[in-house]
């Protein structure tokens, strides 16, 4: 991991004492301070949160599952006297994690079976998702991949298989890496992989999966982005969901990737009591906006073991769909998608705007609930 910034800095208003450990504002803008401090046991998070009994009752089990995480930085985003907090949902452990049900999967989305390679993901036709690392900066509790990451795994990614896979499989053209987050990876590791990967002919794009700028957005530096775009095309998918993570320093983090020519969208999972709401999520697509950011998926929650909890009903994604369709510009409008279980590959979601369909016209209704008949075009005599 590179160097911080050396330029001075100040304390974002929004730290608590707390928090701070003790640190200068050149310290707590260190990435390499916030991993070192980050909250991971009840007796920590004690100090900055108020836990409730079954958040204490959680985090007595959590680690068995999928390791406690968090970075003071998104920490310091929270309410601290509120257990229905957003942000605090999505890093602190419930009692409901505890619980697995009979449509839950360990592996819901199929990768396992897929995997070519140590890391290497092959399910469609021309691209490829490669694991290149099991650790995060802060765990998510919906994690898809709780199965793999914090776990400490030493064989998750083969380099040289993977790249002897990819260059004997001339049809991948695009390249996912993901992991856990490739950008906790030091510069010169994560560069030494890229330039791997670019010096294979047939790949065309490299995509960089991350929720780095959310979660430790000092991490995000001139170094970084100036590497990043050696390698162009390269797009960074940022997984964000809720508008409260886009405070200035991660705003800041974002404009300094797009700022170097590196396109930049967003992943959104869809998490009860989080954003399974029009407005939220009409908030939050502005934000991504407004950080320069498409809107991209919005992902409906995978049946990972201990997530019945954050899992909605199919029908509240199209509701939100349906009200953002209209109603904001098209740039802030992300594709629902769910990733059908058992390797099935993402299905896109929508409302069902065609009332009718004859050989001589469509009957559509729009967003405002009118219909219109759209003519179709007669045979050729």
Request: hydrophobic content about 35%; glycine content about 6%; proline content about 10%.
């Amino acid at each position: 991991m590179s160097d911080s910034s050396t330029e001075t800095v100040e304390w974002p208003e929004y730290v608590p004492p707390a928090l701070r450990r003790g640190a200068t504002p050149q310290e707590w803008a260190d990435p390499r301070w916030q991993l070192r401090h980050c909250f991971c046991t009840a007796q920590q998070l004690e100090q900055v949160l108020r836990l409730t009994d079954e958040e204490r009752e959680a985090l007595s089990a959590a680690g068995g599952r999928l390791s406690v995480r968090v970075t003071p930085h998104f920490l310091s985003l929270m309410q601290p006297e509120d257990p229905l907090d957003p942000l605090r949902l999505q890093v602190i452990p419930r009692r409901g994690e505890l619980h697995a049900y009979p449509e839950e999967m360990p592996d819901p989305c199929g990768e396992d079976a897929d995997m070519k390679a140590p890391g290497l993901v092959h399910r469609y036709p021309d691209r490829v998702l490669l694991l290149v690392t099991d650790r995060c900066s802060s765990y998510c509790r919906y994690c898809t991949r709780s199965r793999l990451v914090s776990g400490g795994r030493t064989r998750l990614f083969d380099e040289e298989a993977c790249l002897d896979y990819l260059r004997r499989h001339t049809e991948v053209r695009d390249v996912l890496v993901s992991g856990g987050d490739p950008l906790l990876l030091p510069d010169a590791r994560l560069e030494a992989l890229l330039a791997r990967l670019r010096a294979i002919p047939h790949i065309e794009l490299l995509r960089v999966g991350t929720r780095v700028p959310i979660m430790l957005p000092m991490r995000i530096t001139p170094a970084l982005g100036a590497m990043l775009r050696r390698y162009a095309p390269l797009f960074i998918s940022v997984h964000c969901n809720h508008p409260r993570e886009l405070c200035p320093q991660t705003q800041q983090a974002l404009e300094l990737l797009a700022d170097h020519g590196l396109p930049l969208g967003c992943q959104s999972v869809l998490l009860r009591g989080v954003n399974d709401d029009p407005q939220t999520m009409l908030r939050l697509c502005h934000r991504l906006l407004q950080c320069r950011v498409r809107p991209y998926y919005l992902y409906q929650c995978d049946p990972v073991p201990g997530t019945r909890h954050f899992r909605t009903d199919i029908r509240c994604g199209l509701d939100i769909i349906r009200h953002l369709r209209g109603f904001t510009s098209g740039y802030a409008i992300p594709q629902y998608v769910v990733d059908a279980p058992g390797g099935g590959g993402k299905v896109p979601l929508n409302p069902d705007y065609i009332l009718d369909h004859t050989p001589t016209h469509i009957t559509l209704r729009n967003y405002a609930g009118h219909t219109y008949s759209y003519p179709l075009p007669s045979p050729e005599p």
